[in-house]
Every structure is written in C-alpha cells, then in structure tokens.
C-alpha cells in the first residue's frame, strides 16, 4: 500500500530528526523530553493507521466497504499523518539545527533528514 508506505517513511524521518535533535539539546530538558513525546505519538500513530489499513482490507474483501471509499479514509487519515510527521520533523530539525553539541556524523544525518523531509510530497 503506497500511502502507509510514504507515511511510514515520513515517520521514520520524523524519529531521526527527533533523535538527532535530543542529542543537540544538551541541557534543554523540556524541549527533549517534547521532542521525544512527539516522537512517540508519531510512532504510535504511524502503527495505529497501519492496523487499520489491514482491517479496511479485511472490510473490503467482505464486502462492508467499498475500495473507493476505503482508499478515501485511508487517504485522508495518511495525509493527516503526514503533515503531523512533516510538522515533528521539521520542528525537531530546528531545536538541533544550532547546537554546538552535535558530532559530525550527527550534523550528516541531520542534513539528510532535512533533506529527505523537503523531498517528501
């Protein structure tokens, strides 16, 4: 399925961003523990609208639904998804961006993070 597929993608960006992002908050409390809240939520949410993907497909197969009214649930509730996943992303993208604490290898990731977020539809 190509909508839970870009949206576990988007996901994932948003979860390294996150990460990376708490490595450069150093002594910001608060802001890693939202960051890693967010992450969480965004996870959680990612496994969420994948179970209900499979139960769609099961309503769909027996008939309760049709598959064009299936895909538009599922295309709405992705899109929603996503914009939070680019949100999170972008927003833990930011919170690192002016760290000193950050190692190179930590900086490359968030470069290709970044990158991967403004390529994503």
Known sequence: MLVSTRSRRLVAVAVTAAVVALAGCGDDEKK???????GQELQAEG????KEAQQTADDVKSGK????DAAAQLEAKSEAL??????TSQSAIDAAKDSNNLTDDQKKQLEDAQKQLDAAP
Do not use: F, I
């Open 32 to 38: 890693a523990e939202e960051l890693q809240k967010q």
């Open 47 to 50: 496994q969420k609208l994948q």
């Open 65 to 68: 639904v049709s598959p064009e």
């Open 82 to 87: 996503k914009e939070k996943a680019k949100d």
